[in-house]
């Protein structure tokens, strides 16, 4: 009686656990270099940036010019595009300002490393005042370029960026989107380049009471970061950017495959068919052990029975 009730209320509380998605699905996660075509599509919650002023500007004067171009690059054959600059519609990213794809044809940033073939996001910070091969043309409120040079220079002046990332959220088994920060401090007399390579996840997930399917998900999971300073007034001598940051965000080769496995419900029963087995295997083997100690004592009862029988025929006289 102990086994089946014990049994019935682990049934109870498994089924509950499942019901509720509590029970922990299987992870396997394995991240693989590869050479064959790595793709993630463009939307305008990708990427936001903003400058944040570390001073109190005149709102009235322009400082900092924003400029995004898509970057594709097959063999030796490099085409830039310019693309639109508006300001996010996503409440969450409010005050940020995000690039429109809706010029492009291909809504994707692609890596093919064997065929040679890169897309990737170019993002320009310039000084309003400045001019190069990429930006032609002044603002007719810039600020005078001891004000803009002020506000770069503020060490509480940061270039903010927040880039998409998502997960599989397996207690909701929703995909839960997130944001990584990034910041770049500027500097008038520098141009820093930033290059933010982006890793891609896929992820599949097998789910289901009795008969399982499975569901892929793919996107961006993690960016690294690296930021390398150069003089600003040379870089436009050589390379005709005059930029104070360039931003090149682009494809890792690395893709991290993600499987997430729920149990079924015959598994579930399975488990409760295994707990049943131990817990009959722990009775009979208790059983024997109460067995083998009632033999015990039956046989020491016996045995003082009759060495009390013995004592006492010892005790009596004899009978002539």
């Known amino acids: 009686m102990i086994i089946v009730l014990t049994t019935f209320a682990y049934f109870v509380y498994i089924l509950y656990q499942y019901f509720t998605n509590q029970i922990e699905p299987y992870f396997r996660n394995q991240s693989f270099i590869t050479e064959n075509t790595i793709e993630i599509d463009l939307n305008t919650d990708l990427v936001g940036y903003q400058f944040v002023y570390g001073t109190q500007p005149n709102f009235n004067k322009t400082y900092i010019s924003f400029l995004a171009y898509y970057h594709l690059k097959i063999e030796n054959n490099l085409t830039m595009i310019p693309l639109n600059i508006i300001n996010f519609t996503n409440p969450s990213l409010e005050g940020f300002q995000c690039l429109d794809f809706s010029t492009l044809n291909n809504y994707q940033l692609t890596l093919n490393t064997k065929q040679n073939i890169q897309s990737a996001l170019w993002i320009f910070t310039y000084r309003c005042i400045d001019q190069d091969t990429q930006k032609t043309s002044i603002s007719d409120n810039c600020a005078n370029e001891t004000d803009i040079d002020n506000i770069n220079n503020d060490k509480n002046s940061i270039i903010r960026l927040k880039l998409f990332t998502s997960q599989y959220n397996t207690s909701s088994q929703q995909m839960q989107a997130n944001y990584r920060n990034t910041y770049i401090n500027p500097v008038s007399t520098l141009q820093i380049l930033t290059q933010i390579k982006s890793e891609k996840q896929v992820t599949s997930i ?100 009759i060495i009390y029988q013995i004592a006492r025929d010892l005790t009596q006289p004899p009978i002539f």
């Open 206 to 305: 097998k789910q289901g009471a009795i008969v399982q399917d499975q569901k892929s998900f793919s996107s961006p999971i993690s960016y690294s970061q690296q930021d390398q300073p150069t003089d600003r007034v040379q870089s436009e001598e050589q390379v005709g950017v005059g930029s104070i940051s360039s931003i090149f965000i682009y494809l890792d080769e690395i893709v991290q495959n993600t499987q997430i496995q729920f149990l079924a419900l015959p598994q579930i029963l399975a488990s409760i068919y295994s707990v049943f087995t131990l817990l009959m295997f722990l009775g009979v083997f208790g059983r024997q052990i109460s067995s083998s100690l009632l033999n015990n004592d039956l046989l020491h009862i016996f045995l003082k029975n």
